[in-house]
């Protein structure tokens, strides 16, 4: 019996990856699960639904969960699917309670797509046409790990409208090799994932870069950066100049200084904008998923990290920081002093809001 070859690739170029996800659609002998928090009802969406729609044709099964948030619930944009055979969940649609804003916070921020249990894509990009000019990052994997990945988007997809089930089940750890997957439900006092990437931080000897388009550190990361920088880590944390949410950016500014006098270094992406999610520890241990470093991911999202010290995967995402650190330009103390009294007003003013950010 022949042994199964595992591979990894990783991408940061939308074209790219877009066309070789597209290429693995038409390939489809079986079935195809596509997990998401955005479909695009514009050019890529439409690609992507049309190259899904010639395989539900063909009778290869397919299952889409998109959130109902992000995506909205357009059943006309899905209806030739539908029509064709494909299974399509809104992941928890939009309600009236008294708490109304809070609990329909609670989105479904994943992205993953598995294709005949044997190709499993997961890490930062939507499908939407903005994705093609932003710095993304997305994990293919062929082999072992896609079964795994495949088991928790069938556990999403049964519990897609319901607001009470087995949390504790339902974010378990997954482990395979030398890979975890961890996983996170909404919750103020479980936060999975925050606490994975504490402890990577704690651990690390040598040295932790951070990846992320929205920053919002809650007071332990805080600390664990500070203190792994006073220790003689050498902390990287790699940040968009300007995201597309400029509330983040206006109360990321009220930790920058305060992080970068602890000498934690703090790098400005001056591309377009920075959507990749990742973290590099010691260079042999990565974190890879749709988690952001900021309050709402952690505290109300459904979210999923792929945790490993795979060889192959260290070296390529070595490579795309270093490529990323060539655009970055060093953050300005000098500047973040002198920045107007009108942005530290609206720093503190946000603050209440930073866990909805």
């Not at 996800?21 to 038409?26: P, S, T, Y």
């Not at 990945?149 to 409208?161: N, P």
């Not at 949410?245 to 400005?268: C, E, F, P, Q, T």
Request: include cysteine.
């Amino acid at each position: 019996m022949e042994a199964v070859q595992d591979s990894y690739q990783l991408y940061d170029d939308p074209f790219r990856f877009y066309t070789v996800m597209l290429q693995d659609i038409a390939a489809a002998k079986h079935q195809i699960l596509l997990e998401t928090y955005r479909f695009g009802y514009d050019a890529i969406g439409q690609r992507f639904r049309n190259a899904l729609l010639r395989k539900a044709e063909q009778g290869i099964r397919i299952r889409i969960l998109v959130d109902s948030w992000g995506t909205g619930a357009l059943d006309q944009f899905f209806a030739p699917l539908r029509e064709a055979g494909a299974e399509i969940r809104h992941f928890k649609k939009l309600k009236f309670y008294f708490d109304f804003f809070t609990k329909n916070h609670r989105r479904n921020h994943r992205k993953l797509l598995v294709i005949d249990n044997h190709i499993a894509w997961t890490g930062s990009a939507n499908y939407t046409a903005y994705s093609l000019n932003w710095r993304e990052m997305m994990l293919r994997s062929e082999g072992r790990l896609a079964p795994y990945l495949a088991r928790t988007f069938h556990e999403s997809y049964d519990i897609y409208k319901k607001y009470i089930f087995k949390k504790y089940s339902f974010k378990k750890t997954l482990r395979f090799q030398d890979f975890e997957i961890v996983r996170d439900i909404p919750s103020i006092y479980r936060q999975q994932i925050k606490k994975r990437f504490e402890v990577l931080i704690r651990q690390a000897q040598q040295q932790v870069v951070i990846e992320t388009p929205y920053f919002l550190p809650g007071f332990k990361l805080r600390k664990e950066m500070m203190e792994a920088a006073q220790r003689g880590v050498d902390v990287k944390v790699i940040i968009p100049q300007h995201s597309d949410v400029r509330l983040v950016d206006i109360l990321r500014s009220r930790y920058l200084g305060i992080l970068h006098k602890a000498g934690v270094k703090i790098l400005m992406y001056q591309g377009t904008n920075l959507h990749a999610k990742a973290m590099m520890v010691d260079e042999n241990t990565f974190a890879i998923g749709s988690a952001n470093f900021d309050y709402r991911s952690f505290r109300y999202m459904y979210e999923m990290v792929l945790v490993g010290s795979h060889p192959e995967i260290i070296r390529q995402l070595k490579e795309h920081i270093l490529f990323t650190l060539k655009e970055c330009t060093p953050f300005s103390i000098e500047k973040w002093l002198r920045r107007p009294r009108i942005e530290r007003f609206f720093e503190w003013i946000l603050i209440p809001m930073r866990h909805l950010l």
